[in-house]
């Protein structure tokens, strides 16, 4: 029987796909980093907080979105999940490199540094990140990869919050994860890592006693993420030795504020509204942050497409919308993460708009 002819434009789809392929250039970087092949290392970091957010600033987003046909033709190519699986091996090869860079003990202070801020970001672009994208997939394989990336980044608990926390509670003052106005990221990084931990514990505990069983007993999903992750840091001790398990702490370290800085512009300010009932309404597209800004779309698997991905949680990245009512930033997210430590420019920038959201919404109010 012969082949059905291939619709209009899939070639050109095929190259969507691709293109996602440009974020292997941070792999790359990190690999000749702790090969000693890089002209620095320290151009990762530069990379991702130089270049790229100097890019944004420079072109524009694009508001533009796929046909309903070329959306079921991009949910049916393999090689946009096949992206996200390679970064599974691809995460640990990098860090069996640098942690074996680190174990020579010859680097100076400043490389060293340099080093810890490279894997620091491949725990938190693709560690964290791609295990976001993967951990709300239904297949439980699909999830146990991003489990697996998480690992390496030290934030297991990251699957539990988020997924049956963060998402029903985002914009409530009861969310840890979203940032209340006035909130400097400094206090918001102290405030979310510690209660969204604390969080995933509440959360396991109420699901094992929903289901009959022992809330901390050996069913508790938070048990078995800190075992595994004090299991992979004695690894990385007795194998490795102190000074790389020290690295590698401060590797994970970076890491997880990049999650979390990525978490204070996401929902910075936006509050959703009370029901009569008392309760809260549907998260809708205006409790999120967004950006339309190409190099950062891509480099983070469409994830400044944001409030697409609360609207449903399980659509896949290659299909996020650009929505008309969403907030924009006015740069990408890598550039307004940078901004962000300068509490007095990031309101300067961000609260105007805020204002006129609120203003203009019947469904926002400010965070206070």
Same mark, same amino acid.
């Given at each position: ?11 050109? /789809?095929?190259?969507r796909?691709?293109r ?13 980093? #702790? ?31 796929l ?13 946009f999940?096949?992206?996200?699986? /390679? ?6 090869f ?15 202070s400043?490389?060293?540094? =340099? ?11 693709? @560690?964290?990140?791609?295990? &976001? ?24 608990? #990251? ?24 909130e ?27 289901? @009959?069983r022992?809330?901390?007993g ?18 990385? =001790? ?8 020290f ?10 504020l ?22 809260? =309404?549907?998260?809708? &597209? ?7 800004h ?8 469409e ?5 697409? &991905? ?20 006015p ?19 961000v609260?105007?708009?805020?204002q ?13």
């Amino acid at each position: 029987m012969p082949a059905m002819a291939a619709p209009a434009g899939r070639p050109l /789809l095929r190259l969507r796909a691709l293109r996602y392929a440009i974020t292997f250039i941070v792999p790359l970087g990190a690999w000749a980093t #702790f090969t000693d092949r890089a002209i620095s290392p320290w151009v990762v970091p530069a990379f991702s907080f130089g270049l790229v957010p100097l890019l944004e600033l420079l072109l524009r987003g694009k508001h533009t979105n796929l046909s309903e046909d070329q959306e079921r033709e991009v949910l049916k190519d393999p090689l946009f999940d096949a992206l996200l699986y /390679l970064f599974v091996p691809l995460q640990y090869f990098l860090l069996a490199l640098f942690l074996l860079r680190v174990q020579r003990g010859d680097l100076p202070s400043f490389d060293l540094t =340099g080093h810890i801020f490279t894997m620091g970001i491949l725990c938190g672009v693709y @560690g964290i990140n791609v295990a &976001h994208e993967l951990g709300h997939r239904s297949k439980r394989w699909e999830r146990d990869l991003a489990r697996a990336l998480l690992l390496s980044s030290l934030y297991m608990h #990251f699957i539990i919050e988020h997924n049956r926390g963060h998402h029903r509670r985002v914009a409530t003052p009861d969310d840890p994860a979203s940032a209340r106005f006035g909130e400097s990221v400094y206090a918001f990084w102290l405030r979310s890592m510690v209660f969204s931990w604390r969080s995933a514990w509440h959360i396991e505990a109420e699901r094992l006693k929903k289901a @009959g069983r022992k809330p901390f007993g050996a069913g508790n999903e938070m048990t078995h993420a800190m075992l595994w992750q004090i299991g992979l840091c004695v690894v990385v =001790g007795t194998v490795f030795g102190w000074s790389a398990l020290f690295a590698f702490l401060g590797a994970a370290f970076i890491g997880i504020l990049l999650l979390e800085t990525v978490n204070y512009i996401e929902h910075y300010g936006l509050r959703r509204l009370k029901t009569a009932g008392g309760g809260y =309404g549907r998260v809708q &597209h205006i409790h999120s942050w967004n950006s339309d800004h190409l190099v950062g779309r891509i480099l983070l698997f469409e994830l400044t497409r944001h409030s697409d &991905h609360h609207w449903k949680a399980s659509k896949k990245y290659q299909v996020l919308q650009s929505l008309d009512d969403a907030p924009q930033l006015p740069t990408g997210y890598p550039g307004m993460m940078l901004v962000s430590l300068v509490p007095p420019l990031f309101f300067a920038i961000v609260h105007p708009r805020l204002q006129q959201l609120v203003t203009a919404n019947s469904e926002l109010e400010l965070a206070l």
